[in-house]
């Protein structure tokens, strides 16, 4: 069975800002329990005429150029979203067609901000089964289209961006995909989700004077189950495969909270310079946190061929995962 290993990252965030002064302007905030609450100071915006499948694009075409390869070598394309430009045809397609990935098929992949984790464990056994080559997974979301900017619970929490990883095949013993843990549990639905827009409530002139077409979530409830989740998938994992977290160079977590990483990372046991903490520049992108974090983790020579990484995220779903890759390039 051939291995699979990350060839090649790339990664797009549009250039406006919006801090939490910005906010605070817009509700009733501040920049102090932002910070303390989160540890979020800014977040990117994508300019109105900006949608999932433009910022996918640009950063599946760095990690294409990084690679040094052609679209058209592009064997799938899988677009883990839940902000896609339409229900369909799906971004992938519209990917597909921008790219002119003339030999690629590929699908969106629906799991929040699990939506990463999930896409890359789907890569590695299209890779592993011998079928594919070369499969691009790219986490993309535009959370500004689907935020209640008068809502100060969730408004403040997300941003924008995206993030593209090209996974292939190696025989270089020692390097690339370990393995993975992925759960879902629905009875967590209602705690975090989008009520209208889909076939159990259409788009009706009352859903949206309902505000329906907008993120709701019991922050509470998702913190708990967090906490406990990630933690749990992390350990459960490494047990697995017979590492502890001493062994890890990097945990490269979802970045929903700081505090649920810090309990996590401390949980573990695990130092605050072996785990990636970026959500400061970049709120939650939701499926692409995981991509922009490692982008940061690369540029900073702090994730190097060779090392441990662990990648981990809890989501609406609720959704769980995580997967251990020793890093090939
Ligand atoms: O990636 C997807 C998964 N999502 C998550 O992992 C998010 C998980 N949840 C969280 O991160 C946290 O629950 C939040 C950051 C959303 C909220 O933090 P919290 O510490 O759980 O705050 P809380 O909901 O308990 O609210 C505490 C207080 C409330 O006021 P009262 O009732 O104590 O008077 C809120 O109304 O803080 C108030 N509050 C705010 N105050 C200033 C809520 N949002 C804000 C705000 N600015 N933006």
Redesign the pocket.
């Known amino acids: 069975m051939p291995r699979a290993k990350i060839s090649a990252l790339g990664s797009y965030v549009p250039p406006r800002l919006l801090t939490n002064d910005d ?1 605070s302007k817009m ?4 920049d102090r ?2 910070v303390e ?2 540890g979020i100071r800014e977040r990117h915006i994508a300019d109105p005429e900006v949608a999932t499948s433009d910022m996918a694009l640009k950063a599946a075409q760095a990690a294409l150029e990084q690679r040094g390869i052609a679209a058209s070598d592009l064997d799938a394309i899988l677009v883990c979203t839940v902000t896609p430009d339409m229900l369909f045809p799906s971004t992938a397609c519209l990917v597909q067609n921008g790219l002119g990935a003339t030999g690629a098929w590929g699908f969106d992949l629906v799991a ?2 699990s939506g990463f984790v999930f896409g890359l464990t789907t890569a590695a056994s299209m890779i592993m089964s011998g079928t594919h080559r070369k499969v691009l997974v790219i986490g993309a979301d535009t959370m500004s289209r689907i935020l209640d900017y008068t809502d ?6 997300f941003g924008d961006g995206a993030g593209a990883m090209l996974v292939e095949p190696t025989d270089e013993a020692g390097l690339g995909f370990i393995g993975h843990l992925n759960e879902i549990d629905g009875s967590g639905g209602q705690y ?1 989700k989008m009520p209208a827009g889909g076939s159990r409530l259409p788009a009706s002139a009352e859903t949206v004077e309902k505000r329906l077409h907008y993120v709701k ?1 019991d ?2 409830q ?2 708990k189950y ?1 906490v406990r989740k990630m933690y749990e998938m992390c350990d459960c994992l490494l047990k697995r495969h017979g590492f502890t977290p001493a062994d890890i160079k990097l945990l490269i977590p ?1 970045q ?2 700081k ?2 990483i810090t309990a996590t990372a401390e949980r573990l046991g695990l130092p605050e310079d072996r785990v990636v903490l970026n959500i400061d520049k970049y709120g ?1 992108t ?1 499926a692409a946190t995981i991509p922009l974090a490692t982008d940061d983790a690369v540029n900073d020579g702090r994730l190097q061929r060779g090392d441990l990484v662990l990648f981990a995220a ?3 779903g609720y959704t769980a995962g995580a997967n251990l890759w020793r890093w090939s390039y």
């Open positions: 906010l509700v009733e905030t501040n329990w932002i609450r989160t929040a901000c100060r619970t969730t408004c403040i929490l975090l979530q922050g509470q998702v913190f967090a979802h929903a909270n505090r649920i939650n939701t809890v989501g609406a």
